[in-house]
């Protein structure tokens, strides 16, 4: 007689890993939850009292060839913060408090020890957004993926009271573009960053990199900054009047986002010095231009705040730890908005 665990799929190792991941769950409950791990679905009673007229703001992303990177260097502690950080760092940009998280891990043969370290990283992840992780789900599907190789999905939910939704709708000319420090690449990029580090360099990803002052696995898998917590408080103190989560397509791709039609970005890009594993990238034969447009090139987030209270922007991200600079500022442009690096 076949079974399903002759077939590929390991029911018990799935109900082992569920075990495993229940009390990484737990310690990211938020008190609106009613029911979380384990069921069909998630409840969550969202506190109306907080809000006159709460809006929903979703999110959803995966972290994308990084986890190749992982897959290569047997770590996989961090690429669960990446998942939770590109999902409430984008809502967060509307001025949405993370609510609460669910994520999709996909793999060829489940492996509860090494999934739950995944999950352990998004349970972190959801604790540095202040969400809760309510649920998610498991897939075992053999043949689909290479052997020990999974995939990650991640979805998030958040509210913001109807007059305080960050769109952009306020820039005008004058204002300062704040961009803040990233922790290096983030989640985007690593198909060019693999092909020229890893597969036209030759590097080892175990090797001591003296310019970056750690291996290059230190690098490649530093998590993502997750940066909710310091955008409701700047947005608390300061008219935070636009904002962009810098991912693939770097500030060219993502900085016009935020700004309405009819204005342009000007970006000094001598104001502040990207870590040194983009001059790395660079030095491998990838042009200015389009190391600008694949990655952050060392800022996650950029601002955009009245002249006046740039000042009091940078003081509020210095006091969550978040390194910023005065990279530029909004001038009168035609039509769509455009970004110019200067």
């Given at each position: 007689?076949?079974?399903?665990?002759?077939a590929?799929?390991?029911?018990?190792?799935?109900?082992?890993?569920?075990?495993?991941?229940?009390?990484?769950?737990?310690?990211?409950l938020?008190?609106?939850?009613?029911?979380?791990?384990?069921g069909?679905?998630?409840?969550?009673?969202?506190?109306?009292?907080?809000?006159?007229?709460p809006v929903?703001?979703?999110?959803t992303?995966?972290?994308?060839?990084?986890?190749?990177?992982?897959?290569?260097?047997?770590?996989?502690?961090?690429?669960?913060i990446?998942?939770?950080a590109?999902?409430?760092?984008?809502?967060?940009t509307?001025?949405?408090?993370?609510?609460?998280f669910l994520?999709?891990?996909?793999?060829?043969?489940?492996?509860?020890?090494?999934?739950s370290?995944?999950?352990?990283g998004?349970?972190e992840?959801?604790?540095?957004?202040?969400?809760?992780?309510?649920?998610?789900?498991?897939?075992?599907?053999?043949g689909?993926?290479?052997r020990?190789?999974?995939?990650?999905?991640?979805?998030?939910?958040?509210?913001?009271?109807?007059?305080?939704?960050i769109?952009?709708?306020?820039?005008?000319?004058?204002?300062?573009i704040?961009?803040?420090?990233?922790?290096?690449l983030?989640s985007?990029?690593?198909?060019?960053?693999r092909?020229?580090?890893?597969?036209?360099?030759?590097?080892?990803?175990e090797?001591?990199?003296?310019?970056?002052?750690?291996?290059?696995?230190?690098?490649?898998?530093?998590?993502?900054?997750?940066?909710?917590?310091?955008?409701?408080?700047?947005?608390?103190?300061v008219?935070?009047?636009?904002?962009?989560?810098i991912?693939?397509?770097?500030?060219?791709?993502?900085?016009?986002?935020?700004?309405?039609?009819?204005l342009?970005?000007?970006v000094?890009?001598?104001?502040?010095?990207?870590?040194?594993?983009?001059?790395?990238i660079a030095a491998?034969?990838?042009?200015?231009?389009?190391m600008?447009?694949?990655?952050?090139?060392?800022?996650?987030?950029?601002?955009?705040?009245?002249?006046?209270?740039?000042?009091?922007?940078?003081?509020?991200?210095e006091?969550h730890?978040?390194?910023?600079?005065?990279?530029?500022?909004?001038?009168?442009?035609?039509?769509?908005?455009?970004?110019e690096?200067a």
């Amino acid at each position: 007689m076949t079974t399903y665990r002759q077939a590929g799929v390991d029911v018990e190792e799935g109900d082992r890993f569920v075990e495993l991941i229940k009390p990484l769950a737990k310690r990211t409950l938020r008190p609106e939850v009613l029911a979380g791990i384990g069921g069909f679905g998630g409840l969550f009673a969202l506190d109306l009292s907080r809000f006159k007229n709460p809006v929903l703001v979703a999110g959803t992303d995966g972290v994308g060839t990084k986890l190749k990177i992982a897959f290569l260097a047997g770590r996989h502690a961090t690429v669960g913060i990446d998942l939770v950080a590109m999902s409430v760092n984008d809502i967060a940009t509307c001025g949405a408090e993370p609510l609460f998280f669910l994520d999709y891990y996909a793999t060829s043969r489940l492996q509860a020890e090494a999934a739950s370290a995944v999950v352990a990283g998004i349970a972190e992840g959801c604790a540095q957004a202040g969400c809760t992780l309510l649920g998610g789900e498991t897939a075992e599907l053999p043949g689909f993926y290479q052997r020990d190789e999974y995939d990650l999905a991640g979805f998030a939910v958040g509210v913001v009271d109807r007059t305080r939704v960050i769109d952009g709708s306020r820039i005008k000319a004058g204002d300062v573009i704040v961009g803040v420090a990233s922790s290096g690449l983030h989640s985007n990029g690593y198909s060019l960053a693999r092909r020229i580090l890893l597969e036209e360099g030759k590097r080892s990803l175990e090797a001591h990199v003296p310019e970056l002052g750690c291996t290059l696995a230190d690098e490649l898998l530093k998590p993502t900054l997750i940066y909710p917590r310091a955008i409701l408080d700047l947005a608390s103190r300061v008219e935070v009047r636009g904002l962009a989560h810098i991912t693939g397509g770097g500030i060219p791709g993502n900085l016009p986002r935020c700004i309405p039609d009819g204005l342009r970005a000007v970006v000094q890009t001598s104001r502040w010095s990207p870590p040194p594993i983009f001059q790395l990238i660079a030095a491998g034969g990838v042009e200015r231009e389009e190391m600008f447009r694949t990655f952050n090139m060392g800022l996650g987030l950029c601002a955009i705040v009245p002249r006046d209270q740039a000042q009091a922007a940078h003081v509020v991200l210095e006091s969550h730890q978040l390194q910023s600079w005065a990279i530029g500022e909004i001038v009168p442009g035609q039509g769509e908005a455009t970004v110019e690096l200067a």
